[in-house]
């Protein structure tokens, strides 16, 4: 049910999104379009795709360091549990898309990441749902969702 949701919200977002300045802003159970300008003006947008790249780039080459660094909470449960390994026997090709959704709180964004990467000679794309939370003035992984 999780990886529908995320699968869903990831469509809904391609369609909306690049048509300009729109974020699905999430109120209680129900979403709400709104244009929002806030998070492409602050920057915070390009540092939650930087963390976003380094995040998947340690995920596939098992950097265990890379990835407590930048998790906490159960995205950090998920590190040293062993949970993201799997993803070692892909090889990344390469980041497809990012989308970015604000959350109620302007100190916590979900930011979803479309990937595509080999696994036994085959070709797949997927996608990652990172929810990120800034803690004493730095932006931390605190929850990661995938359909994978």
Do not use: C
């Amino acid at each position: 049910m999780k990886n529908t949701k995320v699968l869903l919200i990831f469509i809904v977002l391609m369609l909306i999104i690049p048509l300009g300045m729109v974020v699905i802003k999430e109120v209680g159970r129900e979403t709400n379009p709104q244009v929002i300008n806030s998070i492409r003006n602050s920057g915070i947008q390009e540092k939650l795709k930087d963390i976003s790249m380094q995040f998947i780039t340690a995920e596939h080459k098992g950097d265990i360091e890379k990835l407590l660094v930048l998790t906490r909470h159960d995205a950090r449960k998920a590190v040293i549990n062993g949970d993201l390994a799997i993803f070692q026997t892909h090889q990344l090709n390469k980041i497809v898309y990012f989308n970015f959704i604000e959350r109620e709180s302007p100190d916590e964004y979900i930011v979803i990441v479309a990937v595509n990467s080999t696994i036994q000679g085959f070709g797949t794309t997927y996608y990652e749902s990172l929810t990120f939370r800034k803690i004493n003035d730095n932006w931390f992984i605190i929850k990661i969702e995938r359909d994978a």
